[in-house]
Antibody, heavy 123, light 109 residues
Framework: EVQLVESGGGLVQPGRSLRISCAASGFTFDEYAMYWVRQAPGKGLEWVTGSSWNSGTIGYADSVKGRFTISRDNAKNSLYLQMNSLRPEDTALYYC????????????????WGQGTLVTVSS | QSALTQPASVSGSPGQSITISCTGTSSDVGGYNYVSWYQQHPGKAPKLMIYDVSYRPSGVSNRFSGSKSGNTASLTISGLQAEDEANYYCSSYTSISTVVFGGGTKLTI
């Protein structure tokens, strides 16, 4: 059974940093691209960033470029998101998601999602 | 990276069919066959319903179908059931190697 479990969320002051993690199990982690998608309270989905299976292709939404960094440790079946210079508008539930297909870039569709970790940016 | 355009809400009666549109540009929806649709019930994680424009993941009902014409993708749900009531989001790969979502459509049965 595929499982994605996010952790590390919490309350953080504006301008500070936070690192969230996603522990994956139930599939061959190093064969799939992985992503972070967020959802602000009462709002829609927003793609944040994604990494190919080998970290060779990484992309970021304009809203986080230069502040957020995605990384993965295939030996530990884990995905990470380092968030720096946090802003109140970064407040959201952060989901870890798996690509639906294998391959260098995948299909940019997300067939398994975690339950999310809540990041609140407030003073 | 402008969001894809979806109607804010649609409604239908049990047994009927509805279609939700998702309009982008030639740099996203129109340029690639990487359009996906997600269903999200309140308080739950999204569920993939359609990927690569028209493919259904294993376990998704064949009442759900996807298509694309030019810069507009569509999700059709036939034989509406009460459990289909949810928010639906489209997404697309873009020419700058990112993914963009639509604003979401609330389906009321």
């Amino acid at each position: 059974e595929v499982q994605l479990v996010e952790s590390g969320g919490g309350l953080v002051q504006p301008g500070r940093s936070l690192r969230i993690s996603c522990a994956a199990s139930g599939f061959t982690f190093d064969e799939y691209a992985m992503y972070w998608v967020r959802q602000a309270p009462g709002k829609g989905l927003e793609w944040v960033t994604g990494s190919s299976w080998n970290s060779g292709t990484i992309g970021y939404a304009d809203s986080v470029k230069g502040r957020f960094t995605i990384s993965r440790d295939n030996a530990k079946n884990s995905l990470y998101l380092q968030m720096n210079s946090l802003r109140p508008e970064d407040t959201a539930l952060y989901y870890c998601a798996k690509d639906a297909t294998t391959g260098d870039s995948g299909s940019y569709s997300f067939d398994y999602w975690g339950q999310g970790t809540l990041v609140t940016v407030s003073s | 990276q402008s969001a894809l355009t979806q109607p804010a809400s649609v409604s239908g009666s049990p047994g009927q069919s509805i279609t939700i549109s998702c309009t982008g540009t030639s740099s996203d929806v129109g340029g690639y066959n990487y359009v996906s649709w997600y269903q999200q019930h309140p308080g739950k994680a999204p569920k993939l319903m359609i990927y690569d424009v028209s493919y259904r993941p294993s376990g998704v009902s064949n009442r759900f179908s996807g298509s694309k014409s030019g810069n507009t993708a569509s999700l059709t749900i036939s034989g509406l059931q009460a459990e289909d009531e949810a928010n639906y989001y489209c997404s697309s790969y873009t020419s700058i190697s990112t993914v963009v979502f639509g604003g979401g459509t609330k389906l009321t049965i």
